[in-house]
């Protein structure tokens, strides 16, 4: 998948196995919530997740728990 952008990193749990994300993929013409994970099933998955540790896209903003978290 071609992936345009990336924005918005922040940890998606206090374990910090996950990092959500916003993702602009070229097929489409706005940006998707994503969650990437170093063991996602899909090369583009593990890639995003290992751009957003490098500082590719921003520093990653804490993990902040939602109602019944």
Request: hydrophobic share 40%; charged share 30%.
């Amino acid at each position: 998948m071609d992936i345009i952008a990336v924005r918005n990193p922040a940890w998606a749990d206090a374990e910090h196995t996950g990092i959500r994300c916003e993702v602009h993929f070229e097929r489409f013409d706005y940006f998707l919530p994503f969650i990437a994970m170093p063991d996602d099933p899909h090369e583009h998955g593990r890639g995003i997740y290992e751009a957003c540790l490098a500082g590719d896209f921003g520093d990653i903003a804490d993990f902040v728990p939602g109602d019944g978290e």
